[in-house]
Every structure is written in structure tokens, then in C-alpha cells.
């Protein structure tokens, strides 16, 4: 099986002074796959993000996107290429309304009229179309993030990375991101980072494990969640 | 549904061209009704409102903080003066002003976007920038600093500025009620070309700049590209509010490049309404009218005329703590709450002209 991985890290190092964020991870995701990425804070997940984004150029190392390397693009470049990525710190465009924030994504890949058509069908699928005319800036923190989602896959990315989509969210909001996030996999390829375990029971497959900045473990999720090592390092401290 | 969108610009660019069309009817009526040394004057207001839009374009759409935008008002200038002075066409010159403005705009512009500078940088940059213009003009008193037949002057400046004159009629210089058609008439079409631009894709794109670099980055906009744009297209027109000074003043010295008048623009645009286009035209106005009457020492406290920059300095203070939203944009929810009031039964709270949806 030579199946081209949708993304690959090989040998990703990223050091901000003395402190190596990430340290030497190598991590492939297949097309299609949906990829958990958990661990302590500030073991290296969301600047393990940053890298392959585009946001921060790693120190050494290299970044495939779809078997060809995207290492040192920049963001916008890098987006082009479909690639979604839902921010830890919400990142929205708060002066402007919900329909504004999600047709602009649209608008990347569509004329007007079809942008406009992408960004109802999207926010619908959110559960946030009633907010299309609300500016974001106001909203809750929930439906905020919801928006957030909704802008992101109105790029029609072909991976989609999600820094903790369901951070500060209610029950309900939630369930409705489990649902979509289960149903944009039928034809997409998520990574994504939650510390919920609750929630990352309800999705994972695979999950891989991160701690200072290395890959501790990568398995099957049932396997993962009782490994000892996680344990020490991660859940039970959580669990404490 | 799906159409919204494009309702919303469509809308936003019906709304632009109506209010361009008032522009004209504003510009007949005034010149039926206004005094000749009135017309005289309001050209010069009128003139500077160019340079009100320009910054509102820059700052208020694009959300790039400049502190020096009579750096592109004093090179326009600057140039239209020497290549008018050197035979040049004058309609030429003007144009030739105009580019030249946005030329150097783009170029400070690609230093400061491609090299990442933070905004504060973007400012001292800016500052530094239209101080070393007035500076270096300044120093150019001497009889060796010409440029062909015209000299630089340095402080004392550059007198007698041929004044524009019509295509057809390159020989004759157009009189000053003609004067006031071209500056009214360039107002109005700069703030319609602007004011669509900001309804555009384009436009839309610059806005989700100003709110979120990193957002607008994440979906693939490229964000200094468009920086670069915005910012050259304002400096371009700051130089067509220069150069038309100086033809209307036959004059221009160092001071348009001065600090002053990049302060004044910033207060402008403050006052008028950041975020707006037609605002920061109106405050502009409304201002030079203000400074112009107080000069007149009309406004006295027990028969002492006060001091003017002190009462437009008072005047200032109230208004961004009394209005902090700016003129047009208080006026207008002003309209919406009578509106709404006036109509109780009107449906569902549609957010008052959402922050994307402005003139
Ligand atoms: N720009 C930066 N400059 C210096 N150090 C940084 C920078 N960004 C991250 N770090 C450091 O890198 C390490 C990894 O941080 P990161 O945010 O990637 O962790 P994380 O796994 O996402 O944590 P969390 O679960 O809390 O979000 C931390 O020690 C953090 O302090
Ligand atoms: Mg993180």
C-alpha cells in the first residue's frame, strides 16, 4: 500500500530560543482520515499547527502536502493549496457579520453568486444561519466558534486542521459539532487537537499522542486511552 | 437567500452612486448660491476633502494607520509644480503627480508590508518619512537646487505654479469658478471610484485585512498584496489632492509635506467618521470652515478672542468623547432609530448597516 498521505511531517523540529516546541515529530495522515492529536499543555500541538500552516516556518525539517512539500510557503499560499485550519484563539473577522465572515472564504474558489450560495449552505449546516446578518464580534463565545468552523470549510479545504473546536462550547453545541465533524469526514481528512476526552472518544480512530514537543504514542484509540504512559504523562492528570 | 450577498453590495453601490449624485446636485447648487470669493475658498476645502478620502480610504477601509499622508500630498504636489513649471503639460503633470504619489506609496509600502513591520513601526515610519520630505525641501533654498527651469526654493517655496488648464486649450489657464468644477468634480469621482472599490471583491478582501490579518491569511488572501494596493491607491490620491493645490495656489512649499497636515488629516478622518468615506469629506469641511471662522476672531468670551487652536483643540476633545463614532456614522443610526421609531411594526432587527455595509 503506497497510498499518498494527504499530510507528512518528516523530521519537524520547531525551537524558539532554548525552548524546542517540537521536537523532531514525523507524523503522516492518510486522505480521508480522521486524525486525534492529544497531550499535555504545552507539549507542541498547536505550534506543530503553526508549521504545517504556514504561520510559523519550521527550524528544520519538512512539511508534505499531498506527496509535494509545502515547507517555507506562506499561509495564504498554503490555504490555496485547501488547507482548513480553525485556530486555538478564535480568529474571525469581528467588525463584520456572519454571512460577511464565511462568504469571504467562499469567495476564494467562487464568483459571487456561488460564494453566496456556499456560505448559506455551510452556515445552515452549522446551525448558525439564523446569526447570518448578526456582526461576530457579539456573538457568544459558541456560536463564534461555530462561525469559525463555518469560514473554514467554506474554503472547500481538503484538510481540515482543528485546534479545540469544541473549547468553551455547550453540550448541545458540541453534539452539533461531533455530528459535522463525523459527516465532513465522509469526504475530508481532519486532524484534530481537544483536550475533551469525552469528545475524542466520540470521533477518534487514531490517535496521536504528543508530549515535549515528540510523538510519545500513536494507536488506535481504545489502545491509547489505557496505555500507561499516556496515563502517567496526560490523563491522569486530567482525571486527578 | 443564497443571493444576500450580493444584494448587500449591490445595495452598498446603489447607496455610493446616489450619494455621488448628491455630490453633483451639492456642487450646482453652491455655485449658483455661493459668492465668488466663497467659491474660492470652498475649492480649497474641497481639495483637502481628497485628501480627507484618501486617508479614510488607507485607515478606515483598509485599516492602515498613516501618519504621514501629506508625504503623498506634498510629492504630488512637488511634481505637478516642476513639470508644470517646465512646460509640461498642465493636465499631464497632473496626471504625472498622481503616479508618481502612488509610485512612492507602493514602494514605502512594499518595505513596510514585505518586511512585516508592526504597526507601530508603520507609523514612526510613516512620521519619519514625511518629516525627511519637509526636511529635505526645506534645505533647497540655495539657487543651485533647480529641477530645469524651475527652482526648489527651500522654505520660501515655489511661486508661480502655472494653474491647470484645459485640455483643449492648453494656452489658457481655467478661471477660478472653473477651478471649483474640476476640484468638486474630482471629489466626487474619487469618492465613487473608492466607494465602489469598497463594495468590490477587492474591497471586500481589504476589509477582512483590517479586521483579521491572520484570519484573512488562513483562508488565502494574500494580506500584503492587498496592504500594498490599498495603501498606493490612497497615496495616489493624496498626490491628485496635491497637485490640485498647487495649481489652485499657483504656490507650494514645504509645508505640504508638513506635520500638520497629516495630523489634520488623521483628525478629519476621526471626526468625520472612521470607516466611512463620505464622512471624513464632510469633517473636513466642516472644520476648515470652523478654524476658518474662529481665524476670523468672530468667537470671543467676554470680548477676548480666544486663542484658535485651543477652541478647535476644546471642540476636538469634546467630539471624539461626546461622538467617538465620528459624524456620518452617528448621524446615520440617528436616521435608523427615527426610522424604526417612526415604523414600530417593521420587521425583524436587521443589525443597523452591519460594520461591512458602509457608504
Ligand atoms: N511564539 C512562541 N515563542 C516562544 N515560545 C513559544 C511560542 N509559541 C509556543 N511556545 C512554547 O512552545 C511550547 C508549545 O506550545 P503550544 O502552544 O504548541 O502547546 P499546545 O500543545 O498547543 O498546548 P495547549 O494544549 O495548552 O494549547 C510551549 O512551551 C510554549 O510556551
Ligand atoms: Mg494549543
Given at each position: 500500500m503506497t497510498t499518498t498521505p494527504i499530510i507528512e511531517a518528516r523530521n519537524l523540529v520547531m525551537r524558539f530560543g532554548g525552548v524546542v516546541a517540537v521536537n523532531d515529530v514525523s507524523l503522516s495522515v492518510a486522505d480521508g482520515e480522521l486524525r486525534c492529536l492529544i497531550g499535555p499543555n504545552g507539549a507542541g500541538k498547536s505550534t506543530f499547527f503553526k508549521c504545517l500552516t504556514g504561520q510559523l516556518t519550521p527550524t528544520s525539517g519538512e512539511v508534505l502536502f499531498d506527496g509535494k512539500p509545502i515547507t517555507g510557503l506562506k499561509s495564504h499560499e498554503i490555504a490555496r493549496l485547501r488547507v482548513g485550519i480553525k485556530t486555538q484563539v478564535p480568529n474571525l473577522f469581528n467588525g463584520l457579520t456572519a454571512r460577511e465572515n464565511v462568504w469571504l472564504a467562499a469567495r476564494r474558489n467562487h464568483v459571487d453568486r456561488a460564494a453566496g450560495k456556499l456560505a448559506e449552505a455551510v452556515m445552515e449546516r452549522f446551525g448558525v444561519a439564523a446569526l447570518a446578518k448578526r456582526v461576530v464580534g457579539e456573538l457568544a463565545h459558541g456560536q463564534r466558534q461555530l462561525v469559525e468552523l463555518a469560514c473554514v470549510l467554506a474554503g472547500e479545504p481538503r484538510l481540515i486542521l482543528l485546534d479545540e473546536p469544541a473549547a468553551g462550547m455547550t453540550d448541545e453545541e458540541v453534539e452539533r459539532i461531533t455530528t459535522v465533524i463525523r459527516e465532513i469526514n465522509r469526504t475530508t481528512a481532519l486532524v484534530v487537537v481537544e483536550h475533551d476526552m469525552q469528545f475524542i472518544r466520540q470521533i477518534a480512530r487514531t490517535v496521536t499522542v504528543f508530549h515535549q514537543g515528540a510523538v510519545l504514542v500513536e494507536d488506535h484509540v481504545d489502545a491509547v486511552l489505557s496505555n500507561p504512559m499516556v496515563r502517567d504523562v496526560y490523563l491522569g492528570k486530567k482525571a486527578a | 437567500m443564497e443571493r444576500l450577498m450580493e444584494n448587500d453590495a449591490l445595495r452598498g453601490r446603489l447607496l455610493v452612486a446616489l450619494t455621488a449624485l448628491i455630490g453633483v446636485g451639492v456642487m450646482f447648487w453652491a455655485a449658483a448660491t455661493l459668492e465668488f470669493f466663497q467659491i474660492f475658498q470652498l475649492t480649497e476645502f474641497l481639495i483637502l476633502a481628497i485628501l480627507a478620502i484618501s486617508l479614510a480610504f488607507i485607515w478606515g477601509h483598509g485599516g492602515i494607520l498613516c501618519f504621514g499622508q501629506a508625504a503623498f500630498f506634498g510629492l504630488g504636489g512637488y511634481a505637478y509644480a516642476l513639470l508644470a513649471l517646465n512646460d509640461f503639460d498642465t493636465g499631464g503633470a497632473l496626471f504625472l503627480g498622481v503616479a508618481i504619489a502612488g509610485g512612492f506609496a507602493a514602494l514605502l509600502g512594499y518595505f513596510m508590508f514585505y518586511g512585516r513591520l508592526s504597526d507601530v513601526y508603520m507609523g514612526v515610519v510613516t512620521l519619519s518619512v514625511t518629516l525627511i520630505f519637509q526636511k529635505l525641501m526645506n534645505s533647497t533654498a540655495g539657487s543651485a537646487y533647480t529641477v530645469g527651469k524651475a527652482r526648489l526654493g527651500g522654505f520660501n517655496g515655489i511661486p508661480s505654479v502655472p494653474t491647470l488648464s484645459s485640455p483643449a486649450e492648453p494656452a489658457m489657464p481655467l478661471m477660478p469658478e472653473q477651478l471649483y468644477f474640476v476640484a468638486f468634480g474630482a471629489l466626487i469621482l474619487v469618492y465613487l471610484l473608492l466607494g465602489l472599490m469598497t463594495h468590490s471583491s477587492f474591497g471586500r478582501a481589504a476589509a477582512a485585512v483590517r479586521e483579521n490579518e491572520t484570519r484573512a491569511e488562513l483562508i488565502g488572501y494574500d494580506v500584503r498584496r492587498i496592504k500594498l494596493v490599498t495603501f498606493a491607491i490612497g497615496g495616489a490620491v493624496a498626490g491628485l489632492a496635491g497637485a490640485l493645490m498647487a495649481s489652485q495656489r499657483a504656490f507650494i512649499d514645504p509645508n505640504a509635506f508638513g506635520l500638520v497636515l497629516s495630523a489634520q488629516a488623521l483628525i478629519w478622518v476621526i471626526v468625520g467618521g472612521l470607516g466611512t468615506l463620505v464622512g471624513p469629506i464632510l469633517g473636513c469641511i466642516a472644520l476648515q470652515y470652523l478654524s476658518l471662522w474662529l481665524s476670523e476672531g468672530q468667537f470671543r468670551v467676554m470680548g477676548a478672542a480666544l486663542d484658535n487652536n485651543l477652541v478647535l483643540g476644546v471642540i476636538l476633545m469634546t467630539m471624539v468623547l461626546?461622538?467617538?463614532?465620528?459624524l456620518a456614522p452617528t448621524i446615520r443610526d440617528g436616521v435608523l432609530w427615527l426610522w424604526r421609531r417612526a415604523r414600530p411594526s417593521s420587521d425583524a432587527p436587521s443589525a443597523p448597516a452591519a460594520a461591512g455595509e458602509r457608504a
Open positions: - | 461626546a461622538v467617538p463614532k465620528g
